[in-house]
């Protein structure tokens, strides 16, 4: 989205970049308030017993090292994923704020574009874990808010040379964003673990 929503592009599409950029930042919030909840109104339906069982919880954390060794692509295995991105074309077919919140309402719910991490999945599992669809609003809504947020340091941008060194920073900041992940992963299914043993 960094490329496709800026101040350059959204001025030589004649539409103002803040509004589009608040669009997109509250529609992938609202996508990922929806996912969160989905899922934690999926989970107040189990049992507590049954979702705080200990294999329940092991079965979570087994999950999430799965989704880890799928990001790390062990045995060539990759994550699975639809093959599906958002409409470019509504870029020249819509007013700006019309697919600032189209797109980012389709990037915050995260399961109907292109799935390049399990923290994605990790989310949803975590939601319906928890049995509480204001859980899975809090959980969604910081997974949808994040996800947007990297479109605000396109704010200063006047120029290709602007582009590029946000461009840049954003691929020198990749590496680690991933590692932040994974380990997040890692601690998640650590946790898990540990609660299905004590429990």
């Known amino acids: 989205m960094l490329s496709s929503i800026s101040p350059l592009g959204e001025r030589a599409r004649a539409s103002r970049w803040w509004v589009t950029t608040t669009a997109y930042v509250l529609g992938s919030l609202v996508g990922g308030l929806a996912l969160g909840g989905l899922f934690g109104l999926l989970g ?34 990759s994550l699975p994923s639809w093959q599906r991105q958002v409409d470019e074309q ?22 109907v574009t292109i ?27 910081v997974f949808g808010l994040v996800r ?3 479109s605000v340091l396109m ?9 590029h060194r946000i461009f840049s920073t954003v691929e020198k900041w990749a590496n680690p964003a991933d590692v932040i992940a994974r ?14 043993v004590g429990s």
Not at 49 to 76: F, K
Not at 115 to 139: C, D, E, Q
């Open 44 to 77: 107040s339906a189990v049992p507590d017993p049954v979702r705080s069982s200990p294999w329940a919880l092991g079965l979570a954390a087994a999950l999430l090292l799965l989704g880890l060794a799928l990001d790390l692509r062990l045995g060539g295995l």
């Open 90 to 111: 509504w870029l020249t077919r819509y007013r700006g704020w019309v697919y600032g919140v189209g797109f980012g309402a389709q990037l915050g719910f995260g399961l």
């Open 115 to 141: 799935i390049t991490s399990s923290t994605t999945y990790a989310v949803a599992l975590l939601a319906l874990l928890s049995g509480s669809p204001g859980a899975g609003l809090l959980l969604g809504g």
């Open 148 to 150: 947007a947020l990297p």
């Open 155 to 163: 704010a200063g941008v006047r120029d290709r040379a602007g582009l």
């Open 183 to 196: 380990v997040a992963l890692a601690a998640g299914a650590v946790a898990l673990g540990v609660a299905a």
